[in-house]
């Protein structure tokens, strides 16, 4: 019995998408831990520097609540990708991902299912963080969803991919697990999430280069008036960057893979 | 001037399988390193149709990178593979949809049930609806799991974790079946279930299956099997053939100091004897004429225990190699075998 190619293009997707949304429904609440945790670390850590903390030009208790609110969005989406690709590893070597490997579909399918997998699990925890923004004094009505609902989308879909180059290329949980500290999260701390970049000195040019920034960027200047956006770097062109990343990712993701 | 029909190849045809018809799968020449380390050097073999056949040869032999090669898994960096006599790469999705593998370890979700690990399995391969429902069902059956379908599979024991991994490789009806140490962790009862499976689907559908193995036991269940040593295939022929190869008998010996034991039944009796294990093995015809003799021709207490039994392959691959097929052949240590002990 044969079938078309589209028909296994579309299985191998359906799969890992499909298996996802099943361990996001089985895990729930270890998923909403990964929502939990970064709220109490944006609860403590905002509430401190609040009294030490003056945006130029904003006042009032809740201006670094709300400055940082968006930058634990961020961490959020970067915690989510890297937990569910993490299981790449060993998924490859002993377990599930096997069988999908030797599947008619393509390695770029494989690839494309994940991601889409990770970025729907990351965007129904999005969605819960999100729901409480009125806590932090970004009342619903200041929101621009659209753009909001494509910086998360599209950013997480290139954190996914890089995500699935680091896991495939080091194929070792060690390995992923310095990659994850040494790199990731300080990009994440200089990406603008913690503090504005200073507009001059080796951060201000590392910021360019940090795909972390775009993604802040994009939830900062989507949630917040009083968000400090990258000089230069409008809300569509950190969309159109973005694309640009997920794409060269999502790329260099089925290259790494391919038989 | 006449044209000249393509010829395959010419090895193909130098084969003497070839007699039997087209081989169902044909190997030719497999080269894989791993770095500087050369697993295999070589690997050429034919499989027909509907028949088992079997690479045996201890870890590290390269029988696992074989079939990773062959399956897509790994890059195929030297070689030829020939189905249904015609050359295809591992990549082709023609020869993907007929092949199902078994992993050494389950290639299962442990967070998900069987029906949800099954139903993944499906649509990896566009199976939908009522057929993927009915197929579900018909494989939970056949291996014994309907009543824990439901469960998760990590509180499955291993050997139901093996029975479900079969049932998923066979979902998609592959034509071509390839086992890697397929029956690790299977009590005697599921192994014979599993072969009788097996039996049957090459009974209707033609089956044709590959394994790799290390247990004597399963390679009996073999049609012909491939004796593995230094990358390549040393010997292919019928198990029975293989076991024709040593007298029937091994009288098994344990003592201390084997080897300058060794020595001395060697001139005193002329009888050929290796060193195993702790063992001394010595290979005769009428073992039982000889077991007397030699405890009389020894001091008491020399011999700490002797046994008779009749030649198994793992001796056959043992006197064929030089290795014995439970240890880790050290001349070619394969990183895609580590896992397996």
Same mark, same amino acid.
């Given at each position: 019995?044969?079938?078309?190619?589209?028909?296994?293009?579309?299985?191998?997707?359906?799969?890992?998408? #499909?298996?996802?949304? %099943?361990? %996001?429904?089985?895990?729930?609440?270890? #998923?909403?831990?990964?929502?939990?945790?970064?709220?109490?670390?944006?609860?403590?850590?905002?509430?401190?520097?609040?009294?030490?903390?003056? *945006?130029?030009?904003?006042?009032? !208790?809740?201006?670094?609540?709300?400055?940082?609110?968006?930058?634990?969005?961020?961490?959020?989406?970067?915690? /989510?990708?890297?937990?569910?690709?993490?299981?790449?590893?060993?998924?490859?070597?002993?377990?599930?991902?096997?069988?999908?490997?030797?599947?008619?579909?393509?390695?770029?399918?494989?690839?494309?299912?994940?991601?889409?997998?990770?970025?729907?699990?990351?965007?129904?925890?999005?969605? =819960?963080?999100?729901?409480?923004?009125?806590?932090?004094?970004?009342?619903?009505?200041?929101?621009?969803?659209?753009?909001?609902?494509?910086?998360?989308?599209?950013?997480?879909?290139?954190?996914?991919?890089?995500?699935?180059?680091?896991?495939?290329?080091?194929?070792?949980?060690?390995?992923?697990?310095?990659?994850?500290?040494?790199? *990731?999260?300080?990009?994440?701390?200089?990406?603008?999430?913690?503090?504005?970049?200073?507009?001059?000195?080796?951060?201000?040019?590392?910021?360019?280069?940090?795909?972390?920034?775009?993604?802040?960027?994009?939830?900062?200047?989507?949630?917040?008036?009083?968000?400090?956006?990258?000089?230069?770097?409008?809300?569509?062109?950190?969309?159109?960057? *973005?694309? =640009?990343?997920?794409?060269?990712?999502?790329?260099?993701?089925?290259?790494?893979?391919?038989? | 001037?006449?044209?000249?029909?393509?010829?395959?190849?010419?090895?193909? &045809?130098?084969?003497?399988?070839?007699?039997?018809?087209?081989? &169902?799968?044909?190997?030719?020449?497999?080269?894989?390193?791993?770095?500087?380390?050369?697993?295999?050097?070589?690997?050429?073999?034919?499989?027909?149709?509907?028949?088992?056949?079997?690479?045996?040869?201890?870890?590290?032999?390269?029988?696992?990178?074989?079939?990773?090669?062959?399956?897509?898994?790994?890059?195929?960096?030297?070689?030829?593979? %020939?189905?249904?006599?015609?050359? %295809?790469?591992?990549?082709? $999705?023609? #020869?993907?949809?007929?092949?199902?593998?078994?992993?050494?370890?389950?290639?299962?979700?442990?967070?998900? /049930?069987?029906?949800? !690990?099954?139903?993944?399995?499906?649509? *990896?391969?566009?199976?939908?609806?009522?057929?993927?429902? $009915?197929?579900?069902?018909?494989?939970?059956?056949?291996?014994?799991?309907?009543?824990?379908?439901?469960?998760?599979?990590?509180?499955?024991?291993?050997?139901?974790? &093996?029975?479900?991994?079969?049932?998923?490789?066979?979902?998609?009806?592959?034509?071509?079946?390839?086992?890697?140490?397929?029956?690790?962790?299977?009590?005697?009862?599921?192994?014979?279930?599993?072969?009788?499976?097996?039996?049957?689907?090459?009974?209707?559908?033609?089956?044709?299956?590959?394994?790799?193995?290390? $247990?004597?036991?399963?390679?009996?269940?073999?049609?012909?099997?491939?004796?593995? &040593?230094?990358?390549?295939?040393? =010997?292919?022929?019928?198990?029975?053939?293989?076991?024709?190869?040593?007298? /029937?008998?091994?009288?098994?010996?344990?003592?201390?100091?084997?080897?300058?034991?060794?020595?001395?039944?060697?001139?005193?009796?002329?009888?050929?004897?290796?060193?195993?294990?702790?063992?001394?093995?010595?290979?005769?015809?009428?073992?039982?004429?000889?077991?007397? $003799?030699?405890?009389?021709?020894?001091?008491?207490?020399?011999?700490?225990?002797?046994?008779?039994?009749?030649?198994?392959?793992?001796?056959?691959?043992?006197?064929? /190699?030089?290795?014995?097929?439970?240890?880790?052949?050290?001349?070619?240590?394969?990183?895609?075998?580590?896992?397996?002990?």
């Amino acid at each position: 019995m044969h079938k078309g190619a589209a028909t296994y293009e579309l299985g191998i997707v359906k799969t890992m998408w #499909w298996r996802d949304m %099943l361990l %996001l429904y089985k895990q729930r609440s270890r #998923w909403l831990g990964v929502v939990v945790q970064p709220l109490l670390f944006w609860f403590m850590i905002g509430s401190g520097m609040t009294s030490v903390f003056r *945006l130029p030009g904003v006042g009032g !208790n809740s201006s670094y609540l709300e400055f940082f609110y968006p930058g634990i969005l961020v961490m959020i989406l970067l915690f /989510t990708t890297i937990f569910a690709s993490m299981s790449i590893i060993e998924d490859r070597q002993s377990g599930f991902l096997q069988g999908v490997l030797v599947a008619p579909g393509s390695r770029v399918s494989l690839v494309l299912g994940k991601v889409a997998g990770v970025t729907s699990v990351a965007a129904v925890q999005a969605a =819960l963080f999100v729901a409480l923004s009125p806590v932090a004094g970004l009342p619903y009505a200041q929101i621009h969803w659209i753009a909001l609902a494509g910086t998360i989308v599209i950013g997480c879909a290139g954190l996914t991919a890089m995500s699935f180059v680091i896991a495939w290329t080091l194929n070792s949980s060690q390995g992923y697990h310095a990659i994850m500290g040494v790199v *990731l999260i300080p990009l994440w701390v200089i990406s603008g999430a913690m503090f504005p970049v200073p507009v001059s000195g080796w951060l201000h040019i590392v910021m360019y280069f940090n795909p972390m920034s775009y993604i802040v960027n994009g939830a900062r200047l989507a949630m917040s008036p009083a968000g400090v956006p990258m000089p230069g770097i409008s809300p569509l062109l950190t969309l159109v960057i *973005l694309t =640009l990343f997920a794409v060269a990712m999502t790329a260099l993701a089925a290259r790494v893979c391919r038989r | 001037m006449i044209a000249q029909p393509e010829i395959p190849t010419n090895e193909h &045809r130098a084969e003497p399988e070839s007699a039997a018809g087209t081989p &169902r799968l044909s190997v030719r020449e497999l080269r894989h390193a791993f770095g500087r380390n050369e697993v295999l050097n070589g690997l050429t073999f034919d499989v027909r149709p509907g028949e088992v056949f079997g690479m045996l040869g201890p870890n590290g032999s390269g029988k696992s990178t074989a079939m990773a090669i062959l399956s897509g898994i790994l890059p195929l960096q030297d070689g030829r593979l %020939l189905v249904d006599g015609t050359a %295809l790469t591992p990549n082709d $999705r023609r #020869w993907r949809e007929d092949l199902g593998v078994i992993f050494q370890s389950p290639s299962l979700d442990a967070k998900l /049930t069987a029906v949800e !690990n099954l139903k993944l399995a499906a649509a *990896l391969y566009g199976i939908k609806g009522a057929d993927a429902k $009915r197929r579900i069902d018909e494989q939970l059956a056949g291996v014994g799991l309907e009543s824990r379908a439901k469960e998760p599979v990590g509180n499955y024991s291993g050997g139901m974790k &093996r029975r479900l991994d079969i049932a998923r490789a066979l979902l998609h009806e592959p034509s071509i079946l390839f086992m890697d140490e397929p029956t690790a962790g299977l009590d005697e009862a599921s192994f014979r279930r599993a072969w009788e499976r097996l039996d049957a689907m090459r009974q209707e559908r033609g089956l044709t299956i590959i394994l790799a193995t290390h $247990r004597p036991e399963e390679a009996d269940k073999c049609d012909r099997l491939a004796i593995l &040593r230094g990358g390549k295939a040393d =010997l292919i022929d019928t198990p029975q053939a293989l076991r024709e190869r040593i007298s /029937t008998d091994m009288i098994a010996l344990v003592a201390d100091d084997l080897e300058p034991l060794r020595d001395q039944i060697r001139e005193r009796f002329g009888l050929e004897a290796l060193v195993d294990a702790g063992e001394l093995l010595i290979e005769c015809e009428k073992g039982h004429e000889i077991i007397p $003799r030699l405890v009389e021709a020894f001091p008491e207490g020399r011999f700490k225990s002797v046994s008779l039994r009749q030649a198994s392959l793992a001796d056959v691959f043992l006197k064929i /190699t030089g290795f014995a097929l439970d240890d880790d052949q050290p001349a070619a240590p394969d990183g895609s075998e580590a896992a397996d002990a």
